[in-house]
C-alpha cells in the first residue's frame, strides 16, 4: 500500500532530521540520498518542489548547520578525492562529540536536563519512518529512537513554513498584516522573496503587490493563516533579496538610537551588550521597531532605564503601567 499523505516537516526538524542522518553514516549519503530519504526534503519534493528548490534548501540548511559548528565532511571520490561530481555528506562522530575532559556542575547537568525536556519521544512521523527505512536500504544503520524528535516549542512564527515554502516554488502569498496602532489587520498581496532574521526575530522581504514596491514585514505580526497562491514570480527576482532586506533593516535602525543605562550583570546587560555599543553612561541600542523594542525593555523590568528618545521611553512606561494595572486588578 502506498505511504499516507505526510504533515509538513517543520524546518527545525528538518535540520534535526538531517544532522542525525549525516551522523548515521560512515561513508557519507549523495544529495539525492539525501533529497529523497531525509524526512522534510521528501514532503517538499511530494508537495511540488522542484529539484532546484530542494538542492537550495538543503544547502541553505547545510550553511546554518556549519554556522551553528556542525562539522559537515564533503566527500569526494574514493579514487579521485578532489572530484566532487558525486559528493557525498556525513558528519564525523568523532569531531561532533564532547571531549572527554569536559565535566559538567550540577547546575549545568539540570540546565541540560532541562533542554532535553524540551524535545519529545513518540514523535517520529510516517515521513520519517519511511526515510529511515530508506536510509537503512542504503546499508546504513540508524539509531531510531532519536532520528524524527520533533521541538514541543518553536522559536519561530507559525508563518515561517509556508512562506518558506512560498519562496521556495517562487509563488505569492497572502497574509493579514496588523500594524501597531490598527485595529484590525489588513491583507497584503506579497511575492516572498527572502527570510532573515535581524535583532533575533524573523522578517520576510518581499515586493508588495498593492504597494507596487518591496516591502519587509515582522512575522509576529501576521495574523492567521498564510495562503499560497498560484500566483508566480521569476525565480532571478530572489537574487539577492536576503542582502538588499538585511541593508534596509540596517539601515533603520542606523536612524533609531536608544541610549539605555543598563544594570551590570543582568540579564538586560547581557542581551543587549550583543548588539549595543558603550556609551559615556550606559549603551547606545540600534534598532528597527519602538513598539517590539519597547516590549523587550519592559521585559527586563527595572534592570534597564531608557534615557532617549522620549517617544521610546513612553512606550516603555506605558506597558509597564500597563502590567502593573493587571495586578492590581481582582481575579
Known amino acids: 500500500m502506498p505511504d499516507k499523505p505526510s504533515t509538513p516537516t517543520s524546518p527545525e526538524e528538518r535540520l534535526l532530521n538531517l544532522v542525525v542522518a549525516l551522523m548515521a553514516t560512515d561513508h557519507g549519503l549523495t544529495k539525492d540520498a539525501i533529497l529523497s530519504s531525509v524526512s522534510g526534503y521528501r514532503e517538499l519534493g511530494e508537495a511540488g518542489a522542484s529539484k532546484a528548490a530542494l538542492e537550495k534548501s538543503f544547502e541553505r540548511d547545510k550553511l546554518n548547520l556549519r554556522q551553528l559548528g556542525v562539522p559537515i565532511e564533503t566527500l569526494g571520490d574514493t579514487a579521485d578525492p578532489e572530484d566532487l561530481r558525486s559528493a557525498r555528506y556525513r558528519i564525523a562522530i568523532g569531531e561532533y562529540s564532547l571531549p572527554d575532559d569536559i565535566e559538567f556542575t550540577p547546575a549545568e547537568t539540570a540546565l541540560l536536563h532541562l533542554a532535553g525536556s524540551v524535545w519529545g519521544e513518540g514523535s517520529m512521523t510516517d515521513a520519517a519512518r519511511s526515510g529511515l527505512r530508506k536510509i537503512r536500504a542504503l546499508g546504513n544503520e540508524v539509531d531510531e529512537p532519536i532520528i524524527g524528535f520533533a521541538p514541543r516549542i518553536s522559536m519561530r512564527e507559525p508563518s515561517f513554513a509556508p512562506i518558506e515554502r512560498a519562496i521556495d516554488q517562487c509563488r505569492s502569498v497572502n497574509f493579514a498584516y496588523l500594524k501597531p496602532g490598527e485595529r484590525t489587520p489588513r491583507v497584503r498581496r506579497v511575492e516572498p522573496l527572502a527570510l532573515v532574521e535581524y535583532e533575533a526575530r524573523w522578517h520576510v522581504f518581499g515586493f508588495d503587490r498593492d ?5 519587509t514585514f515582522l ?11 498560484r500566483q508566480s514570480y521569476a525565480r532571478d527576482k530572489r537574487k539577492d533579496a536576503g542582502e538588499r532586506a538585511l541593508a534596509g533593516l540596517r539601515d533603520v535602525a542606523s536612524r533609531n538610537i536608544a541610549h539605555l543605562e543598563v544594570n551590570p550583570g543582568t540579564e538586560a ?17 540600534p534598532f528597527v521597531d519602538a513598539h517590539i523594542f519597547a516590549d523587550e525593555l519592559a521585559s527586563y523590568g527595572p534592570e534597564v532605564r531608557v534615557v532617549e528618545p522620549a517617544d521610546l521611553r513612553d512606550k516603555v512606561i506605558e506597558r509597564l503601567q500597563g502590567a502593573l494595572r493587571a495586578h492590581e486588578e481582582p481575579s
Open 211 to 215: 504597494a507596487g514596491a518591496e516591502r
Open 219 to 229: 512575522l509576529s505580526r501576521i495574523v492567521g493563516d498564510v495562503t499560497i497562491t
Open 269 to 285: 546587560s547581557l542581551r543587549l551588550a550583543r548588539r549595543a555599543l558603550p556609551a559615556d553612561q550606559g549603551l547606545r541600542a
